[in-house]
DNA sequence: GTACTTAGTGTACTAAATACACTAATTAAT
DNA sequence: ATTAATTAGTGTATTTAGTACACTAAGTAC
């Protein structure tokens, strides 16, 4: 063990949720390389170095405007990951040598996440990093660097909450129905939940009230339209 | 907001917990100054700089050891605390400069709660360090630096495990009688609770069972013997 | 107006949490 | 040996929360 303190490099990550047409999404960051900026090698998390003057929640606010436009969303940090080698999986090697100047460089990097109205919030990449892309959490494929490990970790937080206190409103549209709600706690928890036993529990909760609108648009009978009462 | 990243200092601080005579203790390091090393300025969590090639978890388990001789403990990150200034209350200025070159730099620091045998461990102080107490939960005075939330949310974190998760046994003897693991959830959790109910409730877990021993030398009904399983 | 689709609703059963009071075993003092 | 003091140990009835389950209602497309 070596006796002397170190500085190594701080990076915060995000593991940002969205839900969209009855599937659970994760933002990620496609990383291009290759003669043509054309190839695609690797998905990353969004994240990038802390900076100077800036607090670690600040650091991923920042993080979600910069690389996907996103602000005022719900967003909690979770984890840091600070093993020494997590940046040198062989997979990366190749990669940090492109973007980086020395890549056995140590980051530690504290972990967010995040989630997001999809309604409200089209991403889009800014142009000095690569393009930011909804992701079905069922599709994602192999990481950079640790990044499986946080977005593992990431969506077992995200299952955690969502049994334990009242989030998933921050998934969904303002106006919502009964079913999408139950629709989105049956996806991420991924188990079937019964309709009106579900219902009964909301009621007892009292976190959403009716509006005076219905669903519409719909070839089937419209639902009722509810949102989260913030009291 | 600066636009280039920096390199802070990264330390890891322990929220150390132990259980005796019907109170929950919390373990501080004494922090002394003055011309006869005798005027004691502040307290501080157990904490260090992380060393080059450890892990955070690592470094909290070598800070343990080194400053409190505790070897083998239950360990949990917990959150990391980032903000720019959270070293630099003034009440810390001076002391600062007696231990470190420079009182602006920044340290980010990864925070893990930690729960003690304290009948198995008596904590020593290392020589180079100051010396390590166990405190009275209700009695800890104002931290260094800001020690003082680090603490709070260490508190809080404990109280949510031990109600979710089976923990308790972690600040216990191996041995222990049923009414002291109940005062023990009193104590943390700052509420009475029933005697029979608690005890059904633990039937129906089935995580402890009776050893084939009772208590000794206490002066009234002595109590039967249990410790956990690990099954 | 018929077929299709999803919305919306209540009751009976089971399991978990709560409220509650007396007897048993030991020690210390007399 | 008896008594006082102290904590250990035990069961039942009630309330609350969770589960299982099936039909009618309101709209659209044809």
């Not at 800036?54 to 990951?81: C, M, N, P, W």
């Not at 996440?113 to 990449?125: C, G, H, N, R, T």
Request: aromatic share 10%; glycine share 4%; hydrophobic share 40%.
């Amino acid at each position: 063990m070596s006796p002397a303190p170190h500085n190594p490099n701080i990076s915060v990550d995000c593991v940002v949720f969205g839900f969209d047409q009855d599937e659970l999404k994760v933002l990620l960051i496609e990383q291009t390389r290759g003669p043509k900026e054309k190839v695609v090698i690797q998905y990353a998390l969004p994240g990038d170095l802390l900076f100077k003057n800036e607090g670690l929640d600040d650091a991923a606010e920042r993080v979600l405007y910069d690389l996907a436009s996103l602000k005022g969303i719900y967003l909690k940090q979770f984890h840091t990951f600070g093993d020494i080698d997590r940046l040198h999986a062989a997979k990366d090697q190749e990669w940090l040598q492109t973007f980086r100047e020395d890549p056995k460089a140590r980051v530690i990097t504290v972990a967010y996440y995040s989630l997001v109205k999809m309604d409200e919030y089209e991403p889009q990449a800014a142009s000095f990093a690569g393009k930011a892309e909804w992701v079905n959490i069922e599709e994602v494929p192999s990481l950079a660097f640790d990044h499986d490990a946080i977005l593992s970790m990431g969506l077992e937080r995200l299952r955690e909450e969502l049994e334990t206190k009242n989030i998933g409103f921050e998934l969904l549209p303002k106006k919502f129905t009964l079913s999408q709600l139950q629709r989105l706690y049956e996806i991420i928890l991924a188990k079937k939940l019964d309709k009106r036993n579900f219902r009964k529990k909301l009621k007892n909760m009292s976190a959403i009230k009716p509006l005076s609108e219905k669903q519409k648009g719909v070839l089937h009978k419209p639902a009722q339209l509810f949102t989260y009462k913030d009291d």
